[in-house]
């Protein structure tokens, strides 16, 4: 029996008891509502589900995420007692049965992420077996709901007179895990329509609004997360309250009357319109700066937005890995200072996500290529790390430099990085384009397989891209709008195309070809000047026609990167980047020790695509022919992309090289 039928088969069987029949069927396909408009942001994102990656680079970790780790991530709820919890709650409320709470405290958030997982999924491909499997889990789900609307089955099991009694130290969670399950009910209702959990979260979300608030408890959660879901329900209902609630949170967040701070671990040491630095615990910073950009495209309160820009800088120009990792140390999961990041890096998973995520956010606020190159590098390389590629092993931290010691887990006792990649894969379309709908501007931040259908003015317009991104730089993108009409095309022309420097200057490049100079562009087969760039975008306005096809050429050469001279562990040192993806190398692929690469500046690199080694990859070599069997043998220099290690066993790896000139 295959895992996910033996997991709808114990499902089955609990919402059977649920319901008091035999036969839970699937609901009737619900309609999906209309999408709503960030009234202050310039752009509208293209939703996931407009967005269809059916092959190619993110077709294969689309089909991975469906086919593997939603399955494995519950299974492994399962076995580890958070499916049993809801089961145990929902007994307790009905006063059936008793039982203890198993495991970690803030375990339900991990179901929560799986179902919005599993709805993202159901949403992207017709799945009638999975959209039952998340109907019977969303059951179970709102069986565990108390009838005033609190929903936490630690407390709920075996704390039930302790409920909101532990807001601070040691935090118990409940307003973070309560913020999942809001997220998940609006994501879910916005990609399929339903509005089962949507229920669920609406009565749960009222209940909070009238324990805290202005003329009621005084607290903010102690991790920031409750926030942004907040703002996403108040999208999904229209529900002015939980946008009020949700800003309320945030402008209580250090201010400390009434209530003791959470320090600046947890972004408490100042209030957020005055935070111009980064600091504590990096997921929750990032939740926070998230849900600030959410709030201030909702409100247009241009004080959000100014801080939202100190966060980003500091984090972005000062405070980020080469990877897009970010959260230099496990003390307390947080940042260091400026430029102190130690390649023994701490970069939690959830982190990286959250960056791209905040990233996203500021792109549609200020259509400039800037957030998306930022969003590009975090994506492919810190965030695509913290899972394998067959996507049933994860790294919570993503160091930099590794000893082999620390490998990938099929879980954690602390799961929220499976459970967060989870849910984010599927959802990755939405990261690819935008529209402008006042200038009627398609945006095109992603290249990748793939195509998307979505309103743009008033007709229907079609993109399809065909390409072997991230590893060539060839795209083709057909453009068919419902009738010829004239519209702008906005291609983000890639940082290291570009300029040589990230902002901030915390990372220079060498051989950026000149975008003007080298790129290349051509409509329906003639060849147009890619202009003057907007932004880093590239505009093209004129009347499209049915079938009108753009093709690009983005040089992709192979680039040494070097840190600003203040990260003081990469002095002397280079890391390899082709197109977005940055390369590490892996003791295993070296004669002797890892710590003997030493790469010159006058030494000649080679790029080489092989379809056949960990899923299909260009790596780098220092060799001139074109070997087929290197990949199988020791080599003095063989770099492979740093999301796909830890892939063949654990082993020392490396992304900083030593540089040192061969002369020297
Ligand atoms: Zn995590």
Same mark, same amino acid.
């Given at each position: ?40 942001a ?13 092959? $190619? ?29 809801? @089961? ?47 109907? @019977? ?44 399950l ?10 399929? $329509? ?27 959660? @102690?991790h @920031? ?6 703002? $996403? ?7 002015k ?25 947890n ?15 990096a ?18 309160d ?28 496990g ?21 990286q ?11 549609q ?28 092993r ?9 000893? $082999? ?139 499209w ?20 001279q ?42 080489r ?19 087929e ?36």
């Amino acid at each position: 029996m295959n895992r996910m039928l033996k997991c709808s088969v114990a499902l089955l069987l609990f919402a059977s008891w649920l319901c008091g029949s035999s036969n839970v069927i699937a609901a009737e396909p619900a309609e999906r509502p209309v999408q709503t408009r960030r009234p202050f942001a310039k752009l509208q994102p293209v939703p996931f589900f407009e967005v269809q990656l059916n092959d $190619g680079f993110w077709g294969a970790r689309l089909k991975a995420s469906r086919e593997t780790t939603i399955p494995h991530c519950i299974d492994q709820c399962e076995k580890t007692g958070r499916i049993k919890n809801f @089961e145990l709650a929902a007994k307790k409320l009905a006063n059936n049965e008793d039982g203890n709470y198993i495991g970690l405290w803030f375990n339900d958030s991990d179901v929560y992420k799986i179902v919005e997982g599993m709805s993202c999924l159901a949403a992207l491909k017709k799945d009638s077996e999975l959209e039952k499997q998340t109907e @019977e889990l969303v059951k179970l789900l709102a069986a565990a709901q108390d009838e005033d609307g609190y929903i936490d089955t630690y407390f709920t099991i075996d704390r039930r007179d302790e409920r909101f009694k532990h807001i601070y130290e040691p935090s118990r969670h409940e307003l973070y895990c309560m913020g999942h399950l809001i997220e998940a009910a609006a994501v879910r209702y916005q990609a399929t $329509g339903h509005k089962d959990l949507l229920d669920v979260a609406i009565k749960l979300a009222d209940h909070i609004d009238k324990e805290f608030g202005p003329d009621a408890r005084p607290e903010v959660p @102690e991790h @920031e997360q409750l926030e942004l879901a907040l703002v $996403g329900l108040y999208r999904a209902t229209g529900e002015k309250k939980y946008l009020e609630l949700a800003k309320w949170f945030i402008d209580q967040r250090g201010v400390h009357v009434r209530r003791v701070s959470f320090g600046s671990e947890n972004q408490d040491h100042l209030p957020v319109r005055k935070q111009k630095e980064i600091v504590g615990h990096a997921v929750r910073a990032m939740y926070l700066c998230m849900s600030i950009a959410d709030v201030y495209v909702e409100t247009g309160d241009k004080e959000l937005l100014e801080a939202c820009r100190n966060l980003w800088e500091s984090t972005t120009y000062r405070k980020m890995y080469v990877t897009g990792g970010i959260g230099a140390t496990g003390h307390f999961e947080a940042f260091r200072g400026d430029y102190d990041l130690p390649n023994l890096a701490y970069s939690e998973t959830c982190a990286q996500i959250g960056l791209v995520r905040f990233a996203h956010r500021m792109l549609q606020i200020d259509p400039h290529a800037e957030y998306a190159d930022v969003l590009e590098r975090t994506l492919y390389n810190g965030t695509l790390s913290g899972i394998s590629l067959a996507g049933d092993r994860f790294f919570y931290r993503n160091q930099l430099i590794s000893d $082999g010691k620390y490998c990938r887990s099929a879980w954690m006792d602390c799961s929220c990085c499976p459970s967060n990649v989870a849910r984010f894969v599927p959802q990755v379309g939405r990261l690819f384009y935008s529209t402008d709908p006042a200038k009627k501007s398609l945006y095109v931040h992603l290249y990748g397989n793939g195509s998307c259908e979505t309103m743009l003015g008033d007709g229907k317009v079609k993109f399809a891209q065909k390409t072997n991104y991230p590893w060539e730089g060839h795209v083709e993108l057909t453009v068919t709008p419902d009738e010829s009409r004239e519209f702008e095309v906005c291609l983000r022309v890639p940082q290291w195309l570009r300029q040589t420097e990230t902002p901030g200057k915390l990372y220079h490049m060498t051989d950026a070809p000149s975008a003007e100079e080298q790129m290349t562009l051509k409509i329906n087969g003639k060849p147009l000047s890619p202009g003057k760039l907007e932004n880093g975008y590239c505009r093209i306005s004129r009347t499209w026609m049915k079938g009108d096809m753009i093709e690009i050429d983005f040089p992709m050469p192979i680039q040494r990167v070097y840190s600003n001279q203040k990260v003081q562990e990469n002095r002397g040192h280079v890391a390899l980047q082709r197109g977005p993806i940055v390369y590490c190398v892996e003791a295993l692929d070296i004669e002797g020790q890892l710590d003997s690469v030493v790469l010159s500046p006058e030494t000649k690199l080679f790029a080489r695509h092989r379809p056949d080694f960990l899923g299909g990859v260009t790596v780098i070599t220092d060799k001139a022919e074109d070997l087929e069997s290197e990949i199988s043998k020791k080599s003095s220099l063989l770099a492979i992309p740093y999301y796909a290690r830890d892939n063949r066993g654990s082993t020392g790896m490396k992304v900083w090289l030593p540089e040192k000139k061969v002369s020297d």
